[in-house]
């Protein structure tokens, strides 16, 4: 759309003489005097096809009329633009991302402190906590079954150590044994083993 043209001058209103030619766009309009010979033939231009329409009425009405359609124009212009024109939107910023991301950092690194200080039941709920924001989180997974195996081993060694205090060394050595090199229980299961049987050899010497 090029706007309204009278004359081929572009306008926003005009006074307008018999012979006039008012176009919108590619549609052309001939303000015709009463009383003039009233034609209706359609011609070609260089782009597109043009519709000249001539028609006899009293020239107060079709004044108003050629006003209107100038003004209709317009606004049609007008709303196109501002269809064309709309303000970027801002991008979404997800508030909650980093939030998450700090909560995940700090329930790991918790669980990372309580796992160098043998507290396996506290580091087992850190990185619970991490599972249940991020359930795919490959890190807090290893390191919560990590601990729940070390926790298995630390129940050995309190085993191991109650049925030694009952004289019952045969049984702490066999169960030391299943704790395995790759535990931090192992070297100091290795130590209580040597003891024990120390001890077990003391008394059948006896």
């Known amino acids: 759309m090029n706007g309204v043209l009278v004359g081929k001058t572009k306008v926003r209103e005009a006074i307008l003489a018999s012979g006039m030619e008012i176009q919108i766009g590619d549609t052309i309009l001939r303000y015709v005097e009463r009383g003039e010979v009233v034609s209706l033939k359609k011609k070609e231009s260089k782009d597109n096809a043009a519709v000249e329409f001539i028609k006899t009425v009293p020239k107060p009405i079709l004044m108003s009329l050629s ?8 606004l049609f212009i007008t709303s196109g633009n501002d269809k ?23 329930y790991l690194n918790n669980g990372m402190h309580f796992m160098n200080s043998a507290s396996w039941n506290e580091a087992i709920a850190e990185f619970r906590k ?4 991020d359930p795919d ?10 601990a729940e195996t070390e926790s298995g081993y630390q129940e050995i ?11 019952k060394m045969k049984e702490a050595v066999l169960a ?31």
Do not use: R, W
């Not at 991490?130 to 924001?133: A, M, Q, W």
């Not at 989180?137 to 990590?146: H, I, S, T, V, Y």
């Open 67 to 74: 006003f209107f359609v100038i003004a209709l124009a317009l």
């Open 84 to 106: 064309g024109s709309k303000p970027e939107q801002p991008a979404v910023v997800n508030s909650q991302k980093p939030i998450k991301e700090n909560s995940i950092n700090l």
């Open 130 to 133: 991490v599972l249940s924001v």
């Open 137 to 146: 989180n490959f890190e807090a997974g290893a390191m919560k079954e990590k």
């Open 157 to 167: 060694m309190e085993k191991a150590a109650n049925d030694a205090a009952e004289g």
């Open 176 to 206: 030391l044994e299943k704790i395995p090199s790759t535990s931090v229980y192992y070297d100091m299961a290795g130590e209580e083993i040597v003891m024990y049987q120390e001890m077990l050899n003391t008394v059948k010497q006896d």
